[in-house]
Protein backbone atom coordinates (compact mmCIF):
# COMPACT_ATOMS: atom_id res chain seq x y z
CA UNK A 1 0.00 0.00 0.00
CA UNK A 2 1.25 3.38 -0.76
CA UNK A 3 2.34 6.00 1.65
CA UNK A 4 -0.46 8.69 2.07
CA UNK A 5 1.11 11.51 0.91
CA UNK A 6 0.48 14.85 3.18
CA UNK A 7 -1.20 17.58 1.30
CA UNK A 8 1.13 20.82 1.10
CA UNK A 9 -0.09 23.21 3.52
CA UNK A 10 -1.02 26.12 1.13
CA UNK A 11 -3.47 23.10 -0.03
CA UNK A 12 -4.75 22.50 3.62
CA UNK A 13 -5.29 25.89 4.45
CA UNK A 14 -6.83 27.40 0.83
CA UNK A 15 -9.30 24.11 1.31
CA UNK A 16 -10.07 25.73 4.62
CA UNK A 17 -10.87 29.31 2.71
CA UNK A 18 -13.20 27.15 0.64
CA UNK A 19 -15.12 25.75 3.25
CA UNK A 20 -15.51 29.29 5.13
CA UNK A 21 -16.74 30.77 1.64
CA UNK A 22 -19.33 28.05 1.47
CA UNK A 23 -20.16 28.30 4.95
CA UNK A 24 -21.06 32.21 4.07
CA UNK A 25 -24.08 30.75 1.83
CA UNK A 26 -25.45 29.30 4.92
CA UNK A 27 -24.99 31.00 7.88
CA UNK A 28 -27.13 34.82 7.89
CA UNK A 29 -25.48 37.32 8.53
CA UNK A 30 -25.13 39.07 12.03
CA UNK A 31 -24.01 41.87 14.29
CA UNK A 32 -23.82 42.87 18.10
CA UNK A 33 -23.21 46.78 18.58
CA UNK A 34 -20.38 47.26 20.48
CA UNK A 35 -19.40 50.58 22.47
CA UNK A 36 -16.80 52.12 23.94
CA UNK A 37 -15.90 51.83 27.99
CA UNK A 38 -12.49 53.44 29.24
CA UNK A 39 -10.71 53.33 25.57
CA UNK A 40 -11.92 49.63 24.91
CA UNK A 41 -14.55 48.58 21.71
CA UNK A 42 -16.65 46.42 23.91
CA UNK A 43 -19.62 44.40 22.92
CA UNK A 44 -23.48 44.96 23.95
CA UNK A 45 -24.64 41.50 24.76
CA UNK A 46 -27.94 42.10 24.41
CA UNK A 47 -27.55 43.99 21.13
CA UNK A 48 -27.26 40.99 18.47
CA UNK A 49 -29.13 41.40 15.39
CA UNK A 50 -29.63 39.82 12.02
CA UNK A 51 -27.99 41.76 9.41
CA UNK A 52 -27.83 41.60 5.20
CA UNK A 53 -26.23 38.14 4.39
CA UNK A 54 -23.14 38.82 2.33
CA UNK A 55 -22.30 35.52 0.83
CA UNK A 56 -18.04 35.26 -0.70
CA UNK A 57 -17.77 34.36 -3.93
CA UNK A 58 -15.20 33.42 -5.75
CA UNK A 59 -13.84 37.14 -6.35
CA UNK A 60 -14.01 37.20 -2.64
CA UNK A 61 -12.24 33.75 -2.07
CA UNK A 62 -9.40 35.03 -4.96
CA UNK A 63 -9.08 38.35 -2.77
CA UNK A 64 -9.07 37.43 0.68
CA UNK A 65 -5.47 36.06 0.35
CA UNK A 66 -4.11 39.14 -0.73
CA UNK A 67 -6.04 40.87 1.85
CA UNK A 68 -5.15 38.23 4.88
CA UNK A 69 -1.25 39.49 3.51
CA UNK A 70 -2.36 43.16 4.09
CA UNK A 71 -3.72 42.72 7.39
CA UNK A 72 -0.90 40.55 8.65
CA UNK A 73 1.63 43.15 7.31
CA UNK A 74 3.11 43.19 10.62
CA UNK A 75 3.75 39.72 11.65
CA UNK A 76 4.83 38.88 7.70
CA UNK A 77 7.63 41.72 7.85
CA UNK A 78 8.54 40.61 11.11
CA UNK A 79 9.28 37.14 10.06
CA UNK A 80 10.95 38.70 7.18
CA UNK A 81 13.59 40.43 9.38
CA UNK A 82 13.79 38.00 12.03
CA UNK A 83 14.79 35.42 8.88
CA UNK A 84 17.42 38.24 7.76
CA UNK A 85 18.34 38.63 11.49
CA UNK A 86 19.38 34.77 12.12
CA UNK A 87 20.44 34.61 8.69
CA UNK A 88 23.48 37.15 9.60
CA UNK A 89 23.79 35.67 13.18
CA UNK A 90 24.48 32.06 12.24
CA UNK A 91 26.55 33.42 9.53
CA UNK A 92 29.37 34.23 12.75
CA UNK A 93 29.38 30.72 13.20
CA UNK A 94 28.72 31.71 17.00
CA UNK A 95 25.40 29.77 16.91
CA UNK A 96 27.00 26.83 15.54
CA UNK A 97 29.50 26.79 17.97
CA UNK A 98 27.59 27.89 20.95
CA UNK A 99 25.17 24.60 19.73
CA UNK A 100 28.32 21.88 19.27
CA UNK A 101 29.16 23.45 23.22
CA UNK A 102 26.11 22.48 24.26
CA UNK A 103 25.48 19.15 22.89
CA UNK A 104 29.09 18.07 24.31
CA UNK A 105 27.90 19.02 27.69
CA UNK A 106 24.62 17.32 26.97
CA UNK A 107 26.58 13.92 26.36
CA UNK A 108 28.76 14.59 29.02
CA UNK A 109 27.01 15.65 31.13
CA UNK A 110 23.78 13.56 32.97
CA UNK A 111 22.39 17.06 35.07
CA UNK A 112 22.55 19.04 31.50
CA UNK A 113 20.65 15.82 30.17
CA UNK A 114 17.62 15.87 32.43
CA UNK A 115 17.39 19.78 32.97
CA UNK A 116 18.07 21.20 29.29
CA UNK A 117 14.44 20.36 28.31
CA UNK A 118 12.56 21.45 31.80
CA UNK A 119 14.12 24.50 32.09
CA UNK A 120 13.91 25.61 28.49
CA UNK A 121 9.78 24.93 28.38
CA UNK A 122 9.27 26.47 32.25
CA UNK A 123 11.18 29.66 30.76
CA UNK A 124 9.11 29.75 27.93
CA UNK A 125 6.01 28.94 29.83
CA UNK A 126 6.70 32.16 32.31
CA UNK A 127 7.16 34.45 29.29
CA UNK A 128 3.87 33.37 28.05
CA UNK A 129 2.25 33.50 31.61
CA UNK A 130 3.65 36.98 32.63
CA UNK A 131 4.15 39.10 29.35
CA UNK A 132 2.37 37.76 27.00
CA UNK A 133 5.41 36.04 24.80
CA UNK A 134 3.35 35.38 21.40
CA UNK A 135 5.42 36.80 18.37
CA UNK A 136 8.45 36.40 20.03
CA UNK A 137 8.53 32.67 20.50
CA UNK A 138 9.06 32.98 16.36
CA UNK A 139 12.78 33.97 16.25
CA UNK A 140 13.71 31.08 18.99
CA UNK A 141 12.44 28.50 16.61
CA UNK A 142 15.41 29.26 14.40
CA UNK A 143 17.67 28.47 17.35
CA UNK A 144 16.24 25.45 18.59
CA UNK A 145 15.76 23.05 16.05
CA UNK A 146 19.29 22.60 14.74
CA UNK A 147 19.76 22.53 18.61
CA UNK A 148 17.31 19.46 19.45
CA UNK A 149 19.11 17.90 15.78
CA UNK A 150 21.99 18.52 17.34
CA UNK A 151 21.11 16.22 20.90
CA UNK A 152 19.71 13.52 18.79
CA UNK A 153 16.09 15.04 19.24
CA UNK A 154 13.97 16.23 16.27
CA UNK A 155 12.79 18.80 14.54
CA UNK A 156 9.71 19.03 16.83
CA UNK A 157 11.27 18.99 19.98
CA UNK A 158 12.75 21.88 18.23
CA UNK A 159 9.70 23.49 17.60
CA UNK A 160 7.81 22.49 21.10
CA UNK A 161 9.96 23.89 23.44
CA UNK A 162 9.82 27.39 22.60
CA UNK A 163 6.24 27.31 20.83
CA UNK A 164 4.04 25.19 22.85
CA UNK A 165 5.50 26.02 25.89
CA UNK A 166 5.20 29.69 25.68
CA UNK A 167 1.49 28.66 24.35
CA UNK A 168 0.63 26.54 27.26
CA UNK A 169 2.24 29.40 29.53
CA UNK A 170 -0.15 31.86 27.94
CA UNK A 171 -2.82 29.90 28.26
CA UNK A 172 -2.11 29.26 31.57
CA UNK A 173 -1.39 32.53 32.45
CA UNK A 174 -1.52 34.42 35.49
CA UNK A 175 0.49 37.95 34.81
CA UNK A 176 -0.29 38.14 31.28
CA UNK A 177 -2.32 41.59 30.44
CA UNK A 178 -3.21 40.63 27.28
CA UNK A 179 -5.80 37.96 28.13
CA UNK A 180 -6.21 38.07 31.86
CA UNK A 181 -5.69 41.40 32.27
CA UNK A 182 -8.09 42.62 29.73
CA UNK A 183 -10.95 39.68 30.22
CA UNK A 184 -10.75 40.30 33.83
CA UNK A 185 -11.51 44.36 33.21
CA UNK A 186 -14.15 43.41 31.31
CA UNK A 187 -15.75 40.88 33.22
CA UNK A 188 -15.63 44.15 35.96
CA UNK A 189 -13.21 41.98 38.34
CA UNK A 190 -10.00 43.07 40.16
CA UNK A 191 -7.01 42.91 37.51
CA UNK A 192 -4.91 39.81 38.07
CA UNK A 193 -6.98 38.92 40.99
CA UNK A 194 -7.35 34.95 41.92
CA UNK A 195 -3.36 34.54 41.51
CA UNK A 196 -2.88 31.95 43.93
CA UNK A 197 -5.35 29.50 41.83
CA UNK A 198 -4.03 30.48 38.47
CA UNK A 199 -0.64 30.03 39.49
CA UNK A 200 -1.60 26.52 40.56
CA UNK A 201 -3.09 26.36 36.95
CA UNK A 202 0.37 27.79 35.26
CA UNK A 203 2.68 24.82 37.69
CA UNK A 204 0.27 22.37 36.21
CA UNK A 205 -0.27 22.86 32.77
CA UNK A 206 3.80 23.64 32.28
CA UNK A 207 4.35 19.94 34.36
CA UNK A 208 2.12 17.97 31.86
CA UNK A 209 4.08 19.91 28.95
CA UNK A 210 6.90 19.48 30.22
CA UNK A 211 6.20 15.68 30.92
CA UNK A 212 4.95 15.14 27.77
CA UNK A 213 7.92 16.21 25.97
CA UNK A 214 10.49 14.43 27.40
CA UNK A 215 8.82 10.90 27.35
CA UNK A 216 8.82 11.89 23.42
CA UNK A 217 12.23 13.00 23.50
CA UNK A 218 13.89 10.17 25.36
CA UNK A 219 11.48 7.85 22.90
CA UNK A 220 13.21 9.75 19.48
CA UNK A 221 16.82 9.85 21.60
CA UNK A 222 16.21 6.15 21.77
CA UNK A 223 14.79 5.20 17.95
CA UNK A 224 15.26 8.48 15.58
CA UNK A 225 13.03 6.63 13.09
CA UNK A 226 9.93 7.05 15.37
CA UNK A 227 10.19 10.80 15.02
CA UNK A 228 7.36 11.62 12.33
CA UNK A 229 10.03 13.88 10.90
CA UNK A 230 12.89 11.73 10.44
CA UNK A 231 12.86 11.75 7.07
CA UNK A 232 12.66 15.87 6.65
CA UNK A 233 15.29 15.96 9.96
CA UNK A 234 17.34 13.34 7.68
CA UNK A 235 18.06 16.46 5.02
CA UNK A 236 18.21 19.06 7.10
CA UNK A 237 21.13 17.39 8.76
CA UNK A 238 22.89 16.94 5.52
CA UNK A 239 23.16 21.12 5.49
CA UNK A 240 23.95 21.46 8.93
CA UNK A 241 27.22 22.28 8.77
CA UNK A 242 29.65 19.58 10.87
CA UNK A 243 31.35 22.59 13.26
CA UNK A 244 32.56 19.18 15.77
CA UNK A 245 35.46 21.52 15.71
CA UNK A 246 34.25 24.85 16.36
CA UNK A 247 34.83 25.82 20.02
CA UNK A 248 33.17 29.31 21.42
CA UNK A 249 36.16 32.18 21.13
CA UNK A 250 35.99 35.53 21.99
CA UNK A 251 34.18 37.19 18.57
CA UNK A 252 31.52 34.13 19.12
CA UNK A 253 31.32 34.92 22.59
CA UNK A 254 30.51 39.07 21.80
CA UNK A 255 28.47 37.83 18.88
CA UNK A 256 26.31 35.75 21.84
CA UNK A 257 26.40 38.35 24.28
CA UNK A 258 24.58 40.79 21.95
CA UNK A 259 22.19 38.27 21.26
CA UNK A 260 21.27 37.72 24.65
CA UNK A 261 21.27 41.66 25.26
CA UNK A 262 18.68 41.83 22.33
CA UNK A 263 16.31 39.14 23.46
CA UNK A 264 16.94 40.98 27.13
CA UNK A 265 15.64 43.92 25.69
CA UNK A 266 13.22 42.24 23.99
CA UNK A 267 11.53 41.16 27.71
CA UNK A 268 12.08 44.70 29.01
CA UNK A 269 10.41 46.25 26.20
CA UNK A 270 7.81 44.30 26.22
CA UNK A 271 6.90 44.14 29.65
CA UNK A 272 7.92 47.68 30.66
CA UNK A 273 7.35 50.22 27.69
CA UNK A 274 4.68 47.85 25.78
CA UNK A 275 6.66 47.06 22.83
CA UNK A 276 4.90 45.63 19.74
CA UNK A 277 5.99 43.73 16.43
CA UNK A 278 7.59 47.52 15.27
CA UNK A 279 9.65 47.84 17.86
CA UNK A 280 10.46 44.00 18.80
CA UNK A 281 11.29 44.01 13.87
CA UNK A 282 13.81 46.94 14.68
CA UNK A 283 15.41 45.59 17.51
CA UNK A 284 16.26 42.56 15.51
CA UNK A 285 17.10 44.78 12.64
CA UNK A 286 19.90 46.26 15.01
CA UNK A 287 20.86 42.89 16.57
CA UNK A 288 21.74 42.10 12.63
CA UNK A 289 23.75 44.56 12.10
CA UNK A 290 25.98 44.71 15.52
CA UNK A 291 26.02 41.04 15.26
CA UNK A 292 27.18 41.46 11.58
CA UNK A 293 29.99 44.28 13.17
CA UNK A 294 31.36 41.89 15.76
CA UNK A 295 31.27 38.75 13.36
CA UNK A 296 33.74 41.01 11.30
CA UNK A 297 31.17 40.59 8.23
CA UNK A 298 31.50 42.98 5.77
CA UNK A 299 28.90 45.24 4.70
CA UNK A 300 28.15 43.76 0.75
CA UNK A 301 28.65 40.28 2.64
CA UNK A 302 25.97 41.37 5.49
CA UNK A 303 23.72 42.58 3.47
CA UNK A 304 23.54 39.71 0.81
CA UNK A 305 23.17 37.21 3.94
CA UNK A 306 20.26 39.14 5.28
CA UNK A 307 18.55 39.10 2.04
CA UNK A 308 19.18 35.64 1.37
CA UNK A 309 17.63 34.44 5.42
CA UNK A 310 14.21 36.60 4.45
CA UNK A 311 14.36 35.01 1.80
CA UNK A 312 14.05 31.72 2.51
CA UNK A 313 11.09 32.63 4.58
CA UNK A 314 9.21 34.08 1.81
CA UNK A 315 6.75 31.03 1.68
CA UNK A 316 6.60 31.41 5.80
CA UNK A 317 5.04 34.89 4.88
CA UNK A 318 2.76 33.16 2.47
CA UNK A 319 1.28 30.74 4.87
CA UNK A 320 0.71 33.73 6.94
CA UNK A 321 -1.19 35.35 4.68
CA UNK A 322 -3.40 32.51 3.87
CA UNK A 323 -4.44 32.12 7.91
CA UNK A 324 -5.33 35.28 8.37
CA UNK A 325 -7.24 35.75 5.07
CA UNK A 326 -9.61 32.65 6.75
CA UNK A 327 -10.57 35.28 9.35
CA UNK A 328 -10.90 37.85 6.43
CA UNK A 329 -13.73 36.08 4.77
CA UNK A 330 -15.49 34.75 8.09
CA UNK A 331 -15.62 38.88 8.92
CA UNK A 332 -16.45 40.29 5.27
CA UNK A 333 -19.37 37.53 5.39
CA UNK A 334 -20.62 38.99 8.81
CA UNK A 335 -20.33 35.39 10.22
CA UNK A 336 -18.30 35.58 13.44
CA UNK A 337 -21.26 36.99 15.73
CA UNK A 338 -23.64 34.84 13.85
CA UNK A 339 -21.52 31.82 15.53
CA UNK A 340 -20.82 33.52 18.56
CA UNK A 341 -24.99 33.95 19.42
CA UNK A 342 -25.13 30.72 18.29
CA UNK A 343 -22.89 29.19 20.94
CA UNK A 344 -24.29 31.35 23.97
CA UNK A 345 -27.34 29.00 24.68
CA UNK A 346 -25.31 26.40 24.79
CA UNK A 347 -24.02 27.31 28.04
CA UNK A 348 -27.39 26.93 29.71
CA UNK A 349 -27.09 24.21 32.36
CA UNK A 350 -28.11 22.57 35.67
CA UNK A 351 -24.87 22.52 36.90
CA UNK A 352 -22.19 25.57 37.18
CA UNK A 353 -19.40 23.11 36.46
CA UNK A 354 -21.30 21.90 33.29
CA UNK A 355 -21.46 25.33 32.43
CA UNK A 356 -17.91 26.63 33.12
CA UNK A 357 -16.92 23.45 31.18
CA UNK A 358 -19.17 24.29 28.15
CA UNK A 359 -17.80 27.85 28.16
CA UNK A 360 -13.91 26.17 27.91
CA UNK A 361 -15.22 23.63 25.10
CA UNK A 362 -16.97 27.41 22.95
CA UNK A 363 -14.18 29.56 23.70
CA UNK A 364 -12.04 26.82 21.95
CA UNK A 365 -14.24 26.98 18.97
CA UNK A 366 -14.25 30.80 18.96
CA UNK A 367 -10.58 30.48 18.98
CA UNK A 368 -10.12 28.53 15.70
CA UNK A 369 -11.53 31.68 14.58
CA UNK A 370 -10.13 34.64 16.61
CA UNK A 371 -6.89 33.75 18.39
CA UNK A 372 -5.82 37.09 19.36
CA UNK A 373 -5.92 36.78 23.18
CA UNK A 374 -7.13 40.29 23.51
CA UNK A 375 -8.94 40.22 20.44
CA UNK A 376 -11.54 37.25 21.72
CA UNK A 377 -12.04 38.95 24.82
CA UNK A 378 -13.10 42.19 24.20
CA UNK A 379 -15.31 39.97 21.56
CA UNK A 380 -16.50 37.53 23.83
CA UNK A 381 -16.17 38.41 27.58
CA UNK A 382 -18.82 41.25 27.21
CA UNK A 383 -20.95 38.44 26.25
CA UNK A 384 -19.63 35.25 28.63
CA UNK A 385 -19.55 37.53 32.01
CA UNK A 386 -23.21 38.55 32.21
CA UNK A 387 -23.63 34.59 31.35
CA UNK A 388 -22.06 33.53 33.76
CA UNK A 389 -24.33 35.26 35.92
CA UNK A 390 -27.16 33.84 34.59
CA UNK A 391 -26.03 30.15 34.70
CA UNK A 392 -24.48 30.51 38.37
CA UNK A 393 -20.77 30.51 37.13
CA UNK A 394 -18.46 33.39 39.00
CA UNK A 395 -16.96 35.65 36.43
CA UNK A 396 -13.75 35.06 37.85
CA UNK A 397 -14.20 31.29 36.47
CA UNK A 398 -15.73 32.39 33.13
CA UNK A 399 -12.48 34.56 32.80
CA UNK A 400 -10.28 31.08 33.31
CA UNK A 401 -12.46 29.05 30.51
CA UNK A 402 -11.69 31.88 28.44
CA UNK A 403 -8.15 31.54 28.87
CA UNK A 404 -8.21 27.73 28.43
CA UNK A 405 -9.35 28.14 24.94
CA UNK A 406 -6.21 29.34 24.12
CA UNK A 407 -4.37 25.68 24.66
CA UNK A 408 -5.84 24.55 21.27
CA UNK A 409 -3.50 27.27 19.44
CA UNK A 410 -0.64 25.19 18.88
CA UNK A 411 -2.56 23.13 16.66
CA UNK A 412 -5.06 25.25 14.99
CA UNK A 413 -4.09 25.56 10.89
CA UNK A 414 -6.19 29.41 10.93
CA UNK A 415 -2.88 30.58 13.23
CA UNK A 416 -0.70 32.50 11.54
CA UNK A 417 1.63 32.06 14.34
CA UNK A 418 1.35 28.20 14.38
CA UNK A 419 1.57 27.90 10.29
CA UNK A 420 4.21 30.36 10.45
CA UNK A 421 6.42 28.15 13.03
CA UNK A 422 5.66 25.12 11.16
CA UNK A 423 6.64 26.62 7.74
CA UNK A 424 9.75 27.79 9.79
CA UNK A 425 11.14 24.33 10.65
CA UNK A 426 9.36 22.80 7.42
CA UNK A 427 7.05 20.81 9.16
CA UNK A 428 4.02 19.98 7.49
CA UNK A 429 1.14 21.11 9.53
CA UNK A 430 -0.59 17.52 9.65
CA UNK A 431 2.54 15.76 10.38
CA UNK A 432 2.12 18.65 13.70
CA UNK A 433 -1.40 17.65 13.92
CA UNK A 434 -0.76 13.80 14.92
CA UNK A 435 1.93 14.59 17.15
CA UNK A 436 -0.21 17.24 18.98
CA UNK A 437 -3.47 15.09 19.13
CA UNK A 438 -2.28 13.17 22.46
CA UNK A 439 -1.10 16.56 24.14
CA UNK A 440 -4.53 18.26 22.82
CA UNK A 441 -6.55 15.84 24.65
CA UNK A 442 -4.20 15.93 27.76
CA UNK A 443 -5.27 19.65 27.56
CA UNK A 444 -8.66 19.86 27.55
CA UNK A 445 -8.57 16.98 30.01
CA UNK A 446 -6.70 19.07 32.52
CA UNK A 447 -8.52 22.17 31.78
CA UNK A 448 -11.80 20.55 32.06
CA UNK A 449 -10.57 19.19 35.92
CA UNK A 450 -8.91 22.60 36.93
CA UNK A 451 -12.79 24.54 36.27
CA UNK A 452 -13.98 21.71 38.84
CA UNK A 453 -12.66 23.62 42.18
CA UNK A 454 -13.62 27.36 40.99
CA UNK A 455 -17.08 25.96 40.94
CA UNK A 456 -17.28 24.08 43.45
CA UNK A 457 -15.39 26.86 45.95
CA UNK A 458 -17.18 29.83 44.13
CA UNK A 459 -14.27 31.53 43.15
CA UNK A 460 -14.04 35.19 42.97
Not at 164 to 187: H, K, R, T
Not at 201 to 215: D, H, P, S, Y
Not at 415 to 429: F, M, N
Request: proline share 5%.
Amino acid sequence: MKKFKLPHTFVLLFSILILIAAATWIVPGGRYDTHMVNGKQLVDAGSFHYVAAAPQGVVQLLTAPIKGFTEAALIIGFVLIVGGAFAVLQKTDAVEALIHTIARAHTRSPVVRAALIPVFVTMFSLGGATFGMNEEAIPFVLLFVPLALALGYDSVVGVAIPFVGSQVGFAAAFLNPFNVGIAQGIAGIPIFSGIGYRLLVWLLATALTIAFLMKYAARIKANPTHSPTYALDQEKRLSMPAGDHLALNRRHRLVLTIFAATLGAMVVGVMYYGWFIEEIAALFLAMAIATGIAGRIDADTLVATFIHGARDLVGTALVIALARAALVLARDAHIIDTLLHALMPLVASTSAVFAAQKMFLIQSVINFFIHSGSGQAALTMPVMAPLADLVGVTRQTAVLAYQFGEFTTPMIPTSGITVGVLALARIPWLTWARWMIPLQIAYAALALLLLLPPCLMEWQ
